[in-house]
């Protein structure tokens, strides 16, 4: 476990062509309001020479608001999902929030990847270590971190959106999330969103370079 605090390598970097090297996989893990998914999209939309695909989520709960079935998540009735995880078609999944069942298919994960893109993961601490076994050597798994756990208390009230109540329920949470982070590859520390996404850059890149 490492976090990068070297001077970046930002030069131009093309991974392998579609049919020239195998697909690799990025697994990207936090606490809410770390800012994972902030770094995930900056990488998607601005390192197309990365090739990302990214991996879209089952669940049990009925669409919110716009939320498109096959682009936002696979959405399933409860059976659908349970016949899923009887035929053992999940590399992980949990069961949150009053209920709902979240997942991730394998089927859609391989599809991806034999289009020869890399597969880029947003996902829970649980099942980013449940993908990261999966694939063993062939996938990235990267922690993100916020430098303390007062730092991301500012950060969820900065936010505005959730009672205290809710955010000491998110920071109890946070608290035992970041037990897992040796579990990872690697460990970034956002304490700046710039530094941070400039980090993840090196990391992939230096990940597929060496499996190039």
Not at 24 to 37: E, T
Not at 182 to 207: G, S, W, Y
């Amino acid at each position: 476990m490492e976090r990068i605090n070297k001077e970046l390598n930002t030069s131009p970097f093309t991974p392998p062509l579609e049919g020239t090297g195998e697909a690799r996989l990025l697994i990207v893990s936090a606490p809410s309001g770390s800012g994972k998914s902030t770094i995930v999209h900056y990488l998607m939309d601005e390192h197309p020479e990365f090739r990302l695909a990214f991996s879209v989520s089952a669940t049990s709960r009925p669409p919110r608001g716009k939320e498109k079935d096959r682009v936002d998540y696979y959405f399933l009735s409860d059976e659908e999902f349970r016949r899923h995880i009887e035929a053992g078609d999940f590399l992980e999944y949990e069961e949150v929030y009053g209920g709902s069942l979240y997942g991730t298919l394998k089927q859609q994960v391989d599809e991806k990847l034999a289009r020869g893109m890399n597969v880029v993961f947003d996902v829970d601490v649980k099942g980013g270590v449940n993908i990261k076994r999966y694939y063993g050597e062939r996938a990235l798994s990267i922690f993100i971190q916020p430098p303390s756990v007062e730092a991301l208390r500012q950060r969820l009230i900065g936010r505005g959106t959730d009672e205290m109540e809710k955010i000491e329920q998110r920071l109890a949470k946070a608290e035992y999330e970041m037990t897992f982070a040796p579990q990872f590859d690697r460990i970034l520390v956002n304490d700046d969103l710039e530094t941070a996404k400039r980090e993840a850059v090196a990391m992939l890149r230096d990940f597929l370079i060496l499996n190039s």
